[in-house]
């Protein structure tokens, strides 16, 4: 159930339970509250893009989470792409970016500017942003999306947790510090929210 292409190893595979290993790296994010173009909730778990200041054409509109990592971090969080009257997300970047990308101008998001995420659009589905971009299945699209990092071992992980599906697994080398990646895409109405993870779901699910 698993191919390689790179240092992209893509699995693809149900199971019968998400590895329950995360929840030992579970952590609370929050999100930065300053971005001329997106709208964060005063929790700073919830981010869309503003309807009152359009990102302009050929601009992106990311922001990142609050807490960072280094060498000998390990961390899981998720993040909730679908809303019960609007239905799944389609458009959003989730992954991890580099802190130099804070002081950089427009440049391409890239692995080798200190971008690695996952993102979705509504023609081409999933997307890894290699080099060139590796197009993913995309059905199911994910609900809820489960990030894990192992900073020292260069692995990134995302995962379709409400349909168990390791969805792909990227090798990367990291050299300094890196930061949770969000992107709630233009124009699409639901937003993107950054969950608390449900250990009591998890361990249920792992029962008997």
């Known amino acids: 159930c698993a191919f390689s ?3 992209v190893r893509y699995c693809l595979c149900h199971m019968a339970n998400i590895d329950t290993k995360y929840l030992l790296y579970r952590i609370h994010l929050t999100l930065s509250h300053s971005h001329p173009y997106l709208t964060v909730s005063s ?3 919830i981010v869309r893009d503003s309807e009152e200041n359009v990102c302009p054409p050929g601009e992106r509109a990311y ?3 609050t807490h960072g990592f280094t060498s ?3 961390a899981y969080w998720e993040v909730g792409l679908d809303q ?3 239905g799944v997300k389609e458009s959003w970047w989730v992954g991890l970016a580099s802190g130099s990308v804070k002081t950089q101008g427009d440049v391409p998001a890239t692995p080798s500017n200190g ?3 996952l993102s979705s659009d509504k023609e081409k589905g999933l997307r890894l942003n290699m080099t060139p971009n590796i197009i993913l299945p995309a059905n199911p699209r994910p609900q809820t999306l489960g990030v894990y990092l192992d900073y020292d071992k260069g692995v990134l992980s ?3 947790v409400k349909d168990n599906i390791l969805i792909v697994t990227v090798r990367a080398m990291f050299i300094e510090e890196v930061f949770p990646l969000f992107n709630p895409g233009k124009g699409d109405k639901a937003p993107m929210t950054i969950l608390d993870v449900n250990v009591d779901g998890w361990m249920d699910g792992c029962s008997g």
């Open 5 to 7: 292409h790179h240092n």
């Open 43 to 45: 929790t700073g778990k």
């Open 63 to 65: 922001i990142l989470g």
């Open 72 to 74: 000998g971090n390990s």
């Open 84 to 86: 019960e009257k609007v």
């Open 115 to 117: 971008f690695w995420f």
């Open 158 to 160: 995302f995962i379709n």
